[in-house]
């Protein structure tokens, strides 16, 4: 796992160097959720809408939106393909993205078209998860995103 500060990203997931959402391979099927470093830059999460089950989506379509303290904004898809099942409980609560962003937060399970094209351009594996991490950080500390540890 990779870890910096505060900060901890899982080893086996993918993630979006932009908008800080991962995916998690599960047999044919991916997750997607924010990571912790995304969830702590948006603030408290107050409210998600995701688009419905059977949906068919392109990589980086807005899958949804996300509401919270610090931002507004779409939930991109990380690959292309059909939405096979939303996070009812994140829907009606959604403070648990704060909460366990690796954990009962996640968004939705895609049904990828391509997933090997489709995640090509993500960060995966330990130590390019480590190294984005720690310029994530740095990037956000120097703007004042962040506080200094």
């Given at each position: 796992?990779?870890?910096?500060?505060?900060?901890?990203?899982?080893?086996?997931?993918?993630?979006?160097?932009?908008?800080?959402?991962?995916?998690?391979?599960?047999?044919?099927?991916?997750?997607?959720?924010?990571?912790?470093?995304?969830?702590?830059?948006?603030g408290t999460v107050a409210y998600i809408?995701?688009?419905?089950?059977?949906?068919?989506?392109?990589?980086?379509?807005?899958?949804?939106?996300?509401?919270?303290?610090?931002?507004?904004?779409?939930?991109?898809?990380?690959?292309?393909?059909?939405?096979?099942?939303?996070?009812?409980?994140?829907?009606?609560?959604?403070?648990?993205?704060?909460?366990?962003?690796?954990?009962?937060?996640?968004?939705?399970?895609?049904?990828?078209?391509?997933?090997?094209?489709?995640?090509?351009?993500?960060?995966?594996?330990?130590?390019?998860?480590?190294?984005?991490?720690?310029?994530?950080?740095?990037?956000?500390?120097e703007k004042g995103l962040f506080a200094?540890?």
């Amino acid at each position: 796992m990779a870890s910096y500060d505060e900060f901890y990203l899982p080893d086996d997931l993918y993630y979006d160097p932009k908008d800080h959402l991962w995916t998690k391979i599960e047999g044919d099927k991916v997750r997607i959720g924010l990571d912790q470093f995304g969830q702590r830059a948006a603030g408290t999460v107050a409210y998600i809408k995701i688009l419905p089950v059977g949906r068919t989506i392109a990589k980086l379509r807005a899958f949804g939106s996300l509401e919270a303290g610090k931002y507004i904004g779409p939930l991109r898809a990380q690959v292309a393909g059909t939405i096979l099942e939303v996070n009812q409980e994140v829907l009606q609560d959604p403070r648990l993205v704060n909460e366990d962003p690796y954990g009962g937060a996640w968004f939705v399970v895609i049904q990828p078209e391509d997933l090997e094209r489709d995640l090509a351009d993500r960060v995966h594996g330990a130590e390019n998860i480590q190294k984005w991490l720690e310029e994530q950080v740095h990037e956000y500390r120097e703007k004042g995103l962040f506080a200094e540890k």
